[in-house]
């Protein structure tokens, strides 16, 4: 893997971006960090606290804060951390706090060439019943919890796209893309298992792409499970280079 450029400010840019993509249910900013809830099942993004500010306050208060809110919320605390995380030494005050590294992520990106809003394709904007069937039966998508899914759906603010490829009668691939601005979003992108290896996934990346492009993106990013090479691969074949790490640390 090249060299990861670690630009906190840009960093700051792409993590909000996708946190306008994927909202949580609650938020609360607290001394320049903001906690993030949304319940059981639905991933870590939205139940974790975003550590990008210094604040004021000491790091025991801020840490303990934390704990206190997920608490309160039946949820564990849980961080998560960039290397634009702040302030200095967190990540090993956690550590040395019990917390263990959890699901590192690598955030991908690669440049959009301009696509005329006539040319792109026309991407239904909620997704259909067998859309979601279809997300549902891909590994490590929302299965645990459909309703908290469709819920975080319908906060998304964006304009948003949802892609289906056919194969052979039956869904073959989904996935869907949130514009904001100059970038766009790639989030579920998945292949029913007895359907992969047949050129599905590219060809619908292929389409967010223009999708977005069309909406006025000139830059796409998304998000891959660090230990995923495959996905990593074929996001690399597609021109996605990898921009920034983040993880979460979570009490053992």
């Not at 893997?1 to 306008?20: N, Q, S, T, V, Y």
């Not at 809110?69 to 990540?91: E, H, N």
């Not at 263990?100 to 301009?114: H, I, K, N, Q, S």
């Not at 790639?186 to 047949?198: A, D, K, W």
Request: hydrophobic share 45%; proline share 9%; net charge neutral.
């Amino acid at each position: 893997m090249p060299p990861m450029p670690a630009d906190p400010a840009a960093i700051r840019l792409l993590e909000a971006a996708a946190d306008r993509a994927w909202p949580p249910a609650e938020t609360l900013p607290h001394d320049g960090w903001l906690l993030a809830a949304t319940g059981p099942g639905i991933g870590r993004r939205v139940n974790s606290a975003a550590t990008l500010g210094d604040g004021n306050l000491s790091l025991e208060d801020k840490v303990a804060f934390v704990e206190a809110f997920y608490r309160a919320r039946g949820l564990p605390a849980i961080f998560k951390l960039t290397p634009a995380a702040r302030p200095a030494g967190l990540d090993g005050f956690l550590a040395q706090r019990g917390y263990g590294e959890d699901a590192p992520v690598l955030v991908m990106t690669r440049p959009l060439e301009a696509v005329p809003a006539s040319d792109a394709p026309a991407l239904p904007a909620s997704p259909s019943p067998e859309w979601l069937a279809a997300n549902a039966a891909v590994p490590s998508h929302y299965q645990a919890a459909p309703e908290a899914f469709r819920r975080l759906l319908g906060r998304i603010r964006l304009p948003i796209g949802f892609a289906l490829l056919h194969d052979e009668g039956t869904v073959g691939a989904i996935g869907m893309a949130v514009a904001d601005g100059s970038r766009v979003g790639l989030f579920e992108v998945g292949t029913i298992p007895e359907r992969r290896r047949r050129g599905l996934g590219t060809a619908l990346v292929a389409a967010l792409l223009a999708w977005g492009a069309g909406h006025g993106a000139g830059e796409a990013y998304l998000q891959v499970m660090e230990a995923n090479a495959p996905a990593r691969a074929l996001y690399g074949r597609l021109g996605f280079e990898a921009a920034y790490r983040y993880w979460y640390r979570v009490r053992r």
